[in-house]
């Protein structure tokens, strides 16, 4: 993996979290805000501003790709470095927790 993904990406925000979660399927902007309001029962709600700079820079990594355009919305799906990138996100995460509960 490319140092500068490595720096850029772990540990990464909420948002790219999120992003490359729900991209594991393919999808676009609206329906990410959408999933992520679900999942986080209304905790995180993606802002237009932040979900579209977003995904451009993620797709200028290359962490998320763009597939194909239905209905004027730009349908996106993460790559295999964005899977890489992910899974390191999560073991990091795990880590953390388990981290917590010994001290607790």
């Known amino acids: 993996m490319n140092p500068h993904i490595k720096k850029v990406y772990v540990p990464m925000t909420e948002t790219a979290f999120f992003i490359l979660l729900c991209l594991r399927k393919p999808n676009h902007g609206y329906g990410i805000v959408q999933m992520v309001e679900k999942m986080t029962e209304g905790a995180i709600k993606l802002t237009p501003g932040t979900m579209y700079g977003s995904l451009s820079k993620m797709e200028k990594d290359q962490v998320i790709r763009f597939l194909r355009e239905e209905e004027k919305r730009k349908i996106y799906q993460i790559t295999e ?21 010994e001290e607790m």
């Not at 470095?81 to 509960?101: C, M, N, T």
């Open 81 to 101: 470095l964005g899977l890489e990138v992910l899974q390191l996100e999560r073991k990091r995460i795990e880590r953390l927790y388990k981290i917590a509960q």
